[in-house]
């Protein structure tokens, strides 16, 4: 709709006389919401829906609700029961980290936010220098962090990892996985080296071919059996591996999308100039190809975002597998409502900020070329 | 000197057997020892067995059997690396070592112990379908539900297990049939039907959803089969599985004797029955004979308490659920919980 109203709204501004506001919003209505017969009816049908809906909703969520206590007797009204959200508040985002070390996790969150506001702002001076120290610094860091074990911090095993801190983890290792393998892959799949061409063509339709459930499952149950008797790698690492594996045969195919999408001549005039595959690679075609790829890009990550939700069929209890925990919990029973209203506002909102994020970026390039 | 040597050498091969039997050769649990925790694969979250409370700990009758065991070996029920495993895998798990020990609301059946190759080393809970019913109802016994409408859920064996019980008593138990646990549980509640019917765990869980859940009562028969359920470990290692099946005797004879939480020390001082005196590890060597020192029943009994007490503290009142002891009650009072004989 909004790239159909565009060119009205260009007429429409040409035409229209600057009024007061009020009658400047009167008019936007008029135009937008009630130029045709169609467009009335769909107003009304969805104005309609929302007057059935909304109050309801407020009443049940809002007004009804109830916040305050501790325990399942606080909640007395008709409304949701927020009480349960609140007392398990710490549980969804740390999961069972030990609350005395809830420290470092947020020291984890301050660090990750303070490289990536500089890698994702506009007109960055040296923003491959972030990139790098997001990339190598910053998870060595968080590792050191988050596991503990030496430098006096105590060891903190996997399994207590969990909540929307697990979430954030196992996403950002499998984008900052699964994107230069994905670039890899697509290079090699456009080499004219047969060999590399077939391996990397083989990776890409081997996993895409398998669903991610199956993969998990693999990553969880078989590859355990294969190791050694008495080798054990955590199975967090596993699932993360796992996810990295598969989704850089999506990556790939995105950043092939954008190599295509790249005029040939400039490879060959990179070349003509004498410059190595590599660098004709990575200052000529690559920059040019992620310009155009960063939609499918962002589009990935959204997705893996909530995929990383699955990994609670593997007994890893992420934001999601935090909720349906409580859910069972003798003395809460009965909440499913408030939870699963909990985790898809806390998802909605994350996604939400990739894809607004995405769209601004998009914007500034389409605006730079 | 030489009939010293002989001497020795005699009182050697004599002693040698008899070592040979209370040394105890187990690779998970010397696994186990060195790794200095126990990995206990268990639910990922129901009500009664396993779940966690607002604290993030983990909570249920599984869980205190997974305590108990660590307990048993470090003197510490906090040693236990928790692994939550789903219903598909769980087996597997525990076949590729990734777990030492299933406790997992899990059924021991014929398939599992052959094929799969797993000991089923003791039941912990014995449950079958049970019906929940409003007290306003006026019904006191199962056969007395004809034309009374029943919430469950579909796909399962519930729903044969009713038409077989019509059938069989030429009665009529009506069904609405529902997919999710949640949806059945409001439906019961709002009234579309007069009770609610799953395994005995399930349905104690449907009923502290309920807005009034003093208003529903169990009705005391249940249908279909019993269904065991208890802990896995792998097979080929009897040392781990007597370990296992033991600690669950130490806690079941707990409450047989007498012996609880509250009383222990009490009854450490001054009992002179022989066979609580070995569960409490005065007498007799029954903590070596199993890999592990002689004080361990009497910590599990300290630390956990008693098959009694942790089933209060999880599926009866304590534990919030209200599900009576039922067949999980004492064989002296009519259920099927018992101890062989501690000699």
């Given amino acids: ?369 | 000197m030489l009939r010293l040597c002989i001497a020795v050498l005699g009182a050697l091969l004599i002693v040698a057997p008899a070592r040979a039997q209370t040394e105890v050769k187990s690779p998970t649990l010397d696994a186990v020892k060195k790794r200095g925790e126990l990995i206990c694969g268990i639910d990922t979250g129901i009500p009664g067995y396993a779940y966690q409370d607002s604290k993030g700990e983990w909570q249920g009758l599984d869980i205190a059997y997974c305590r108990a065991i660590a307990d048993a070996i470090f003197g510490s029920p906090a040693k236990v690396k928790y692994i939550g495993v789903t219903s598909k895998v769980r087996f597997s798990v525990l076949q590729s070592g990734e777990i030492d020990v299933l406790i997992r609301d899990s059924e021991h059946t014929f398939i599992r112990n052959t094929q799969l190759g797993l000991d089923e080393p003791a039941d912990n809970f014995y449950t079958a379908q049970t019906f929940m019913v409003r007290k306003s109802l006026g019904v006191a016994h199962t056969k007395d539900l004809n034309g009374a409408t029943i919430c469950l859920l579909t796909g399962t064996t519930l729903e044969t297990n009713i038409a077989d019980y019509n059938r069989a008593n030429n009665i009529k138990i009506n069904t609405l049939l529902f997919d999710k646990p949640e949806e059945a549980f409001a439906a019961a509640d709002a009234g579309r039907c007069d009770g609610y019917t799953d395994d005995g765990g399930s349905v104690a869980a449907a009923r502290s959803t309920m807005k009034q859940p003093g208003d529903w009562m169990f009705l005391p028969e249940t249908i279909g089969g019993l269904q065991p359920l208890g802990s896995f470990t792998r097979m080929g290692d009897e040392a781990w599985t007597r370990l296992v099946k033991w600690v669950h005797y130490a806690m079941v004879a707990g409450e047989v004797f007498g012996v609880g939480k509250a009383n222990i020390e009490q009854v450490k001082a001054s009992t002179n029955d022989p066979d609580t005196r070995r569960l409490l590890g005065l007498e007799g060597d029954f903590g070596k004979l199993l890999g592990v020192d002689n004080n361990w029943g009497y910590r599990i009994i300290k630390d956990i308490g008693n098959y009694g007490e942790v089933y209060d503290a999880t599926f009866g009142d304590k534990g919030g659920l209200g599900l009576p002891r039922g067949m999980n009650n004492l064989y002296s009072k009519g259920g099927l919980m018992f101890t062989p004989s501690w000699h």
């Fill in chain 1, 1 to 369: 709709m909004s790239e159909a109203t565009a060119g009205q709204r260009l007429t429409v501004r040409r035409n229209f006389e600057p009024g007061t506001p009020g009658a400047r919003i009167i008019e936007w209505t008029r135009r937008n919401l009630f130029g045709s017969a169609l467009n009335t009816l769909l107003t009304i049908l969805v104005l309609a829906l929302a007057a059935l809906i909304l109050p309801p909703l407020i009443r049940w969520g809002v007004t009804q609700a109830t916040l305050h206590g501790t325990t399942r007797a606080d909640c007395t009204g008709d409304g949701a029961c927020w009480t349960f959200i609140r007392v398990r508040l710490p549980l969804f985002f740390y999961g069972r980290y030990p609350p005395s070390d809830y420290w470092r996790v947020d020291l984890v969150a301050i660090l990750l936010v303070a490289c990536c506001v500089p890698v994702l702002r506009e007109r960055m001076t040296h923003r491959w220098l972030w990139v790098i120290l997001l990339l190598t610094l910053f998870p060595a860091l968080a590792a050191v962090l988050l596991w503990g074990g030496i430098f006096g911090l105590d060891y903190v095993d996997t399994t207590l990892w969990g909540g929307l801190m697990l979430d954030f983890i196992v996403a950002f290792v499998t984008v900052a996985g699964s994107l230069p393998l994905g670039i890899l892959l697509a290079l090699g799949r456009r080499s004219q080296l047969p060999i590399v061409r077939t391996l990397s063509m083989g990776y890409i339709e081997l996993w895409r071919g398998v669903p991610l459930l199956t993969v998990l499952f693999i990553s969880a149950v078989l590859v355990p059996l294969f190791l050694p008797q008495g080798v054990s790698v955590d199975r967090l690492l596993r699932a993360m591996a796992a996810l990295v594996l598969f989704n850089a045969a999506y990556m790939a195919e995105v950043v092939r999308g954008g190599l295509q999408g790249v005029d040939h001549g400039q490879e060959e005039a990179a070349h003509t100039l004498g410059l190595h595959w590599w660098h004709v690679q990575a200052f000529v075609v690559l920059p040019q190809a992620l310009r155009i790829a960063v939609p499918g890009i962002i589009n990935t990550v959204v997705d893996l975002f909530k995929d990383t939700t699955l990994v609670t069929i593997i007994g890893l209890f992420d934001l999601l597998g935090a909720v349906e925990q409580a859910l069972k919990d003798p003395a809460w029973l009965g909440f499913a409502k408030e939870g699963y209203a909990f985790a898809a506002l806390i998802f909605f909102v994350c996604c939400y900020a990739m894809s607004a994020y995405g769209r601004s970026m998009e914007r500034r390039l389409s605006r730079d070329q």
